[in-house]
Structure formats: C-alpha cells, structure tokens
C-alpha cells in the first residue's frame, strides 16, 4: 500500500512543484482506490476508470482550479461516462473533498457515491450523469451559462469514444463550436472497448479527430498513460484560439492490472476476492 506520510506531502505541496513521479504515485493510489470500491460494491465498472487514473492525477493535482466558494473564478469538470465515476470520487477524495472512508460505501444503499454521480447527493459535482451521450450536451449549456455569468474559469468535459456513437454528441459538438466556446475542452477517453467489445467492432468511429475537426473544433492527440504528454495536451487547450478544443488519449482498460488490460469483459464486471487480491499484489508492486 502507499506509505501515507508520502502521499500526504504530495497532496500538501504547489501545484507546480508536483513531479510526474509524484503524479503517477498518486494515479496508483487511485488505482488501488477503484479497485477496493468496486470489489467491496461487488458491483461496478473498474475498466475505464483504472485506464483514466493517470489522467485524473493530473487533472486534480495539476490542472484544475476547483474553488467551490467562489463559482465564478472556479474551473469546472464534468464527466459524460458516469460509469467510471470510481475514479472521480477517489480524486475528489484524494484532495479532500469528502473522507476517505466514504469511498468505501461506494454503490451502497444510502450512500452519497452512487453508481452514477448525482448533483443531488453529491453538490460537489457539477453535473449528474450516467445516460450516455448527453455529456456535451451539458457542457454546451453549462459554458453557455459561464459565459453570460463573465465567469472566467475554464470547462473541462470527460466524454467516452463509445458514446461518440451517439447523436446528441455531434449536435452539441456542433452548437459549441458555433457559439466559440474557447474556454471550453473536452477530452476523450479513446480505449476503443465499450461495454459489447471493441467500439471498431460495434460502430466504427472512423477518424475521430477529423470528424470534430470538420464540426469546428480544435483536435489533439496523446498518450492517456504519459504525463509529459497529458499535461502538454491540458496546457494547449487553456489557450484560447477562439475554437473550443479536444484532446483524444488513448488510454488502456484495466491500466496496470494485468489480468484486465484491453479485455472487455472488464468494463463493467466486478472482482471475486481471488482477482481482487492478486490486482492489488499487482499494484501494490509498483509503489
């Protein structure tokens, strides 16, 4: 397990002067997190939240500028693919906004952690989710919202390249980009598994960069799993070039856990206790 003294002087020191060994410590830390949530829930999608962990690490250590005092200085997340909730209740644990403990109620009755993340138990959050490809959709409206309100921080929007099969995902991908919302960034968790085998096998995307190119937007490509790369692509898209931008990662499901990695049977099953403990021996491994 990690040595806590260590992971809490990561969390307590600047932004800035957190080192992307540090970022990948604490992305295990998640990892360990997600996957005790969903063995405990016996219930759950480990897959695409382990493959998002290195992504979030940074994201919440890094890149946001969360402020929930003061809204209209805040930066804003919202995440479309509600199902990997676990990774976002263990980042939002990991930088105190609710204990630790509480992670482990995770898709309890009567916990606050539901299967699908809910404004209504949760006010932390900025949106409720869970029904696919409505995601942009909130974003259009909420940096519509931002916008008027001359809020100046930025929007960020976690979407899965499985519900880029989805209308509603283009008609706000369009109405975006028509409105010029450059504060806000999308990215795109592009593990190419969705819950019935590979996207290319259910619906082929095609080009994806070229489609949202051709809607308006401006495209990046990178690694999901390299933090030069993840943080590189977040630093582009706080540029404003009058275009709303989104980043594809290309992240592995089951990231880190051998036994899961790129199989997608993994994107919404539960560990046994056999499975659980030898992914945590797995993990444990690379603290």
């Not at 830390?29 to 897959?47: E, Q």
Request: charge should be negative; proline fraction near 3%; charged fraction near 20%.
């Amino acid at each position: 397990m990690p040595d806590a003294q260590k992971f809490k002087s990561i969390l307590n020191k600047n932004k800035k002067e957190i080192t992307n060994s540090e970022l990948a410590y604490c992305a295990n830390k998640l990892r360990t997190d997600i996957v005790k949530m969903v063995y405990l829930a016996a219930s759950g999608h480990p897959g695409g939240a382990l493959g998002l962990a290195d992504i979030f690490a940074a994201l919440y250590l890094k890149v946001l500028n969360l402020n929930l005092e003061k809204p209209e200085i805040s930066d804003r997340f919202l995440l479309s693919n509600g199902h990997v909730c676990a990774i976002q209740y263990a980042s939002m644990s990991m930088v105190g906004m609710f204990p630790e403990d509480e992670l482990w109620t995770f898709r309890k009755l009567g916990s606050r952690l539901q299967g699908h993340p809910s404004t209504h138990y949760l006010p932390q959050l900025y949106n409720s989710s869970g029904s696919l490809g409505q995601g942009l959709a909130q974003a259009c409206g909420a940096g519509l919202g931002m916008r008027l309100q001359n809020f100046s921080g930025h929007l960020y929007i976690g979407i899965s390249d499985g519900e880029c099969q989805e209308g509603m995902t283009w008609e706000a991908a369009m109405s975006i980009a028509h409105y010029k919302m450059d504060h806000v960034t999308a990215f795109v968790d592009y593990n190419h598994i969705q819950i019935d085998g590979r996207v290319e096998d259910v619906m082929n995307l095609g080009n994806l960069a070229d489609k949202f190119s051709s809607f308006g937007w401006l495209t990046r490509s990178a690694s999901g799993h390299d933090f030069d790369q993840i943080l590189s692509a977040f630093e582009w898209a706080k540029v404003k070039e009058g275009k709303p931008k989104i980043i594809l990662f290309e992240n592995t499901l089951g990231k880190n856990v051998s036994f899961m990695e790129n199989q997608p049977k993994w994107h919404g099953s539960p560990p046994d206790k056999e499975q659980y403990e030898t992914a945590m021996k797995e993990l444990e491994n690379l603290f």
